[in-house]
């Protein structure tokens, strides 16, 4: 079964720090996509990346980053130069080929102080 | 496009009572899917359609109850409200040209219901 893990409940730091978000997950399909998603205060959910499996390259997004590691299972995400509007709930999910469900971890909370 | 659209925004429901979520989706997309959100939690999948007349149960089906008679809508049914399924609940759907496992979902904004 697919399980994906976020052991940073809540993290706080002050703006213009760098930040990262741990996600590790496991899965027994050798082919399988990842995903991060943000939910701001006002609760919707925003699709920021999507890695597939074999693409073990980083990817950067301006102050977005991301670190895909399958040797550790593990898919980061670290956001640079931190600002007050970063703050909301991320979530990282696990979809495999072999199925339709798309797993979420329980999120972390990141609150950026002024 | 409108996107994904749920109604209501809020419900408060009490115990036994029973009522349906709407979703709807005006892009043509056969994947639909039904998630809630508990308090600080991540998102559990309670059912999911593949096309019109097809659906299937995800994670937590329990006291749910679904329907897709058309592409466009995919309303969710709760029979007898209980405190357990208060919860904030998303619809979401995924592009036809990119259903595949690394489709991105579309999710609609959420409906917050409780039951006292």
Same mark, same amino acid.
């Given at each position: 079964a697919q399980k994906v893990t976020q052991a940073q409940t809540e993290i706080s730091v002050v703006e213009k720090e760098d930040v990262t978000l741990d996600c590790v997950y496991e899965t027994r399909d050798t082919t399988y996509y990842l995903f991060w998603y943000k939910q701001p205060p006002s609760g919707e959910l925003v699709f920021l990346i999507r890695r597939n499996s074999f693409d073990e390259q980083n990817e950067i997004s301006g102050r977005y980053s991301w670190n895909f590691q399958k040797s550790t299972s593990s898919f980061n995400f670290t956001i640079t130069a931190?600002? $007050? $509007?970063?703050s909301a709930v991320y979530f990282c999910a696990l979809r495999e080929t072999s199925g339709s469900r798309l797993t979420f971890g329980e999120g972390t909370q990141l609150t950026v102080n002024p | 496009n409108a996107g994904v659209t749920q109604t209501p925004k809020f419900r408060i429901l009490k115990i036994g009572q029973s009522m349906t979520l709407q979703c709807a989706q005006?892009?043509?997309?056969n994947y639909m899917y039904w998630y809630r959100q508990d308090p600080g939690m991540g998102l559990k999948l309670i059912y999911y359609s593949v096309g019109a007349g097809i659906t299937d149960k995800g994670e937590v089906p329990n006291g749910y109850n679904v329907s897709r008679s058309t592409t466009e809508d995919f309303p969710l049914r709760l029979e007898l409200a209980a405190p357990s399924q208060t919860s904030v609940y998303f619809c979401a759907s995924i592009p036809n040209r990119d259903r595949g496992p690394g489709a991105e979902q579309f999710f609609g904004p959420g409906t917050r219901l409780t039951v006292l």
């Open positions: 931190s600002q $007050v $509007v970063d | 005006d892009m043509n997309h």
